[in-house]
């Protein structure tokens, strides 16, 4: 059975119809990244999954558990977190505040998870009571996915993690997606730097005009020559 189960779902905003039809897996312990230009709807996807946004037709289960019209905080309840490309901090708060934040609905072991976080992502623990609005892009994405883990979640879905990142630090964020799914959390990524990400995925989707046009495991999709053309660069 699958972690995560797309089927036929169909969604956008009001009257604008942006997803058509698609479907989508996620097994546990899996990395699946999902592709495709601007506007192809990968983040609308993403937010239709995680409550955002009301999907207009199809069914999402999680662990089985349809969660189509469930709200984000419930999603959140079931295990699954999802971390926005923008927004996804608190920045007049500090590191501190903002991963405690994220076990808000379980306010009695947040110690023990925010040493984990740490673990995880050790230049943050120097930095814990630095006010996050004046750290920098790559600090900042590591205390947004720290939030995110902070009630260890089945289910960590990244929209663009790397986004606006200099290259050392997108590596650094890519080796801690790595190693936050070799902790056994599976992981949904959103990544225009699709070449990185495929590397490190067990299985890709390419989405186009909100449709699923294409899916194969990782370095499959990387190999392809027609997928590399259009949608990686010549890769």
């Known amino acids: ?40 709807g990968k983040s609308t996807l993403m937010k239709t999954i995680f409550g955002l946004l009301r999907l207009t037709r199809g069914q999402i289960e999680f662990e089985g558990r ?4 469930l709200s984000a905080d419930r999603i959140v309840r079931l295990g699954l977190a999802y971390v926005p490309q923008v927004d996804n901090v608190f920045p007049s708060l500090t590191v501190r505040e903002n991963l405690e934040l994220g076990a808000f609905v379980d306010r009695h072991a947040p110690r023990r998870r925010v040493d984990r976080v740490y673990e995880l992502f050790p230049a943050l623990r120097p930095r814990q009571t630095k006010r996050v609005g004046t750290m920098s892009g790559g600090e900042r994405q590591m205390v947004a996915m720290g939030r995110a883990l902070m009630l260890d979640p089945k289910l960590l879905m990244l929209d663009e993690p790397s986004a606006a990142l200099a290259p050392n630090l997108a590596a650094t964020i890519f080796d801690r997606i790595s190693a936050v799914n070799q902790g056994g959390t599976a992981v949904l990524i959103v990544e225009q730097n699709a070449k990185e990400s495929l590397r490190r995925s067990h299985r890709g989707y390419v989405l186009a005009a ?11 999709i990387l190999a392809n020559e027609d997928i590399g053309r259009l949608y990686l660069g010549g890769a």
Do not use: W
């Open 1 to 40: 059975m699958s972690l995560l189960s797309v089927r036929d779902v169909h969604s956008g905003y009001g009257d604008m119809q942006i997803l058509h039809g698609v479907d989508l897996d996620v097994n546990a312990e899996e990395v699946v990244t999902i592709i495709g230009p601007n506007g192809a």
């Open 210 to 220: 909100g449709r699923k046009c294409f899916e194969d495991e990782g370095p499959a």
């Open 66 to 69: 349809e969660i189509s019209g």
